[in-house]
């Protein structure tokens, strides 16, 4: 099983551009999460989904944006990039609320 | 806010020697996580601690959570240059919450 995949795992954005940050899960958990991860601030999330068609706001929501509309995938849009957002993203999932986290192996985001 | 504060922050040590790592918090916890993230790796789970005073080993690790559920300390022994890695906890919040808590990390660095 791939369990949870991160695409891309490396980007370089200019200011003001877009993207989408992709993740999939094959365990058919119901919990998805968006994190950030920076040095000294550890791991603060973004946005997470507790199931097909849900979004919540996080702790650092601010400039992104999120989807779920099917239950096994959960897309992280930039919709003007800055490079306050330059980080490492990573996409969690979990079969029940709290439960244990299972990681993707990460996405490092550079924005210029 | 509920907030894991974990020490040390940073971690260097050789081979064959024995650390301990703490996650404190002024909150009870419902049940506390630990997991291990390599460079460039998501984090991965280690263990989760759910009853007060609760001690777990996995090989070398021993992991003990507070009896009031405040705290939780991972020990190991004998260090390796493979147990080299970022160690996080993460808390369930006791009264409800969709999501983890986590604490920012302890960078352990165990040279040869």
């Known amino acids: 099983n791939a369990g949870v995949t991160q695409t891309p795992k490396f980007r370089v954005l200019k200011t003001g551009q877009s993207m989408t940050l992709l993740c999939a899960q094959d365990m058919n958990h119901e919990y998805m999460y968006w994190y950030r991860q920076d040095p000294g601030m550890g791991l603060r999330l973004i946005h997470y989904s507790v199931g097909e068609g849900t979004t919540a706001k996080g702790e650092v929501p601010d400039g992104y944006n999120v989807s779920r509309l099917k239950k096994q995938n959960f897309l992280l849009g930039l919709e003007s990039a800055a490079p306050s957002q330059t980080s490492v993203y990573f996409c969690?999932?979990?079969?029940?609320?709290?439960?244990?986290?299972?990681f993707g192996q990460g996405t490092r985001l550079t924005v210029v | 806010t509920q907030l894991l504060e974990q020490s040390p922050q940073f971690l260097s040590i050789q081979e064959g020697e024995n650390l301990t790592v703490y996650c404190n918090s002024s909150?009870?916890?419902?049940?506390l996580q630990w997991y291990r993230q390599e460079p460039g790796e998501g984090p991965v789970l280690l263990v989760t601690?759910?009853?007060?005073?609760e001690v777990k080993k996995l090989k070398r690790l021993t992991f003990q959570f507070g009896d009031a559920r405040k705290d939780s300390s991972l020990h190991i022994t004998a260090a390796q240059p493979g147990d080299t890695g970022l160690y996080l906890c993460a808390g369930d919040p006791q009264g409800g919450s969709e999501k983890l808590v986590f604490g920012k990390g302890t960078k352990l660095t165990v040279n040869p």
């Open positions: 601690v759910v009853t007060g005073g």
């Open positions: 969690a999932s979990s079969s029940f609320t709290r439960g244990e986290a299972f």
């Open positions: 909150s009870v916890f419902s049940s």
